[in-house]
């Protein structure tokens, strides 16, 4: 790859001023940066990588990217689920070129190399030309460690990453409130959609942890409309959004929950079937969140983040609270491949789980209400920023810079009373640093 003129890759520590609150624009736009987040961030992080739901059978199963290559996610024959790199270990051909499906054995389209569902190489079309030791260190390349929370599968490059419970850390309450908050817990509704947008992963990243000043401003025409429609102001909205925490985490993960305004019922937008279920299955302080939640954004480092939202797109229909699921999947320093999933209890009618996805498609989806508003945006911040003048200069983060946490928020992590303070966003960045700074020496085989 060609590396950007006066690139900035081993700069270190000139990124982001951590006293200051500044970061180099060139994060953003460095073709040479993007190179080493490969290695540094993506080939040691704990990837997202699709949902249990997704698999429910032997033989089932999806492949994904996983940094800057692609795997298959399947379930073996034994119910285990397992992640190999997708590529046949004799030339390297891409093994499976499907999304998704249910096999009991990957054949790959060049030479007819055959593995089963846990990636054990069974024949090849010249086995008599291999001795049985040659011919048993062909099986299929493994993720370094694969595990699940909440249904979520995650897998990671790096024998040597911590284990998943300790990598997500405290935001696992977060996640039980949105993913087990019924016995059987989420289910995903079809396949992920995907679409492209031009901008750098971490721009959306940060939107959604948590970049809550630009919601009214940004989506000023969505919301005007829907005041036109009995909506709730925008006036009203500011407010909302003062008294919803921005809660940072160690690790660079984020999250925010906004309310609804206090005369509105409890649990709006949820199926009123599956409250004495939520409240069976979640302790008091998550019920409380639950029940007067409007919107919740997070972002799980690097680069997976969530939205639920009570949303209306039809004046005479109530709310309905939907969540959806997003990964920012670099294809290079100024592109992603958006993917989102969306998802409703198991429990639930199929006639809620078919108006709750409707509405999340109008909302969040390629040609949604709001989602077009932030993909123009985004790609604007790649266009503004990437020029030999504009690269010059830094993102300001220093906006409520010294806001002091709450010490009396009734979660976990560091909670920040207001939606101005850019606390969250600038942890996330903060983290991105210290791991683009430092153990680079140490190479994953």
Not at 203 to 231: C, K, M, S, W
Not at 240 to 257: N, Y
Not at 319 to 328: A, I, N, T, Y
Not at 356 to 376: H, N, P, V, Y
Request: charged share 20%.
């Amino acid at each position: 790859m060609t590396r950007a003129h006066n690139s900035e890759a081993g700069a270190g520590q000139s990124w982001v001023k951590e006293k200051e609150g500044r970061v180099s624009r060139s994060i953003f736009t460095d073709p040479a940066i993007y190179e080493r987040e490969v290695e540094s961030i993506f080939n040691r992080s704990w990837l997202f990588l699709g949902h249990e739901t997704e698999l429910p059978d032997p033989g089932d199963y999806v492949t994904r990217p996983m940094g800057d290559d692609h795997v298959i996610v399947v379930r073996g024959e034994d119910g285990t689920l397992r992640a190999f790199l997708n590529s046949c270990m004799h030339r390297g051909t891409q093994l499976c070129r499907a999304d998704a499906g249910n096999t009991k054995r990957f054949t790959c389209p060049y030479h007819a190399w055959t593995y089963n569902t846990q990636g054990t190489l069974l024949k090849t079309s010249f086995d008599r030309y291999y001795n049985s030791e040659t011919f048993s260190q062909l099986n299929l390349v493994p993720v370094a460690q694969l595990d699940t929370h909440a249904g979520l599968i995650f897998a990671t490059w790096d024998p040597q990453a911590p284990a998943l419970k300790t990598y997500l850390g405290d935001i696992r309450w977060y996640l039980d409130m949105l993913f087990r908050r019924t016995p059987a817990g989420m289910e995903v509704l079809g396949p992920p959609q995907r679409w492209v947008v031009e901008t750098n992963w971490k721009v959306p990243a940060l939107n959604f942890g948590t970049d809550t000043q630009h919601a009214i401003r940004a989506h000023y025409g969505p919301l005007a409309i829907a005041e036109q429609y009995g909506g709730i102001s925008s006036a009203v909205l500011m407010q909302l959004a003062d008294r919803g925490p921005q809660i940072s985490f160690p690790g660079g993960h984020g999250c925010i929950i906004i309310p609804f305004p206090e005369e509105m019922p409890d649990y709006l937008g949820f199926p009123t079937e599956l409250i004495p279920t939520y409240e069976s299955e979640l302790n008091y302080a998550q019920c409380n969140f639950l029940k007067r939640l409007f919107v919740s954004v997070g972002t799980i480092f690097p680069y997976l983040s969530w939205i639920q939202i009570a949303a209306s797109t039809v004046p005479e229909k109530p709310p309905l609270s939907f969540m959806s699921l997003r990964l920012w999947q670099p294809v290079g320093p100024h592109k992603i491949e958006l993917w989102s999933w969306y998802f409703a209890e198991h429990e639930a009618s199929a006639a809620w789980k078919m108006e709750m996805r409707k509405t999340a498609i109008q909302t969040f989806a390629m040609s949604g209400l709001f989602e077009e508003d932030d993909a123009e945006i985004w790609a604007s911040i790649v266009r503004g920023t990437k020029g030999s003048i504009a690269r010059r200069y830094s993102t300001d983060f220093r906006a409520g810079f010294a806001t002091q946490p709450l010490t009396d928020f009734p979660g976990p992590g560091t909670a920040y009373g207001s939606h101005i303070p850019e606390c969250e966003q600038f942890n996330l960045l903060r983290h991105w640093n210290s791991l683009m700074t430092q153990g680079n020496g140490r190479t994953i085989e």
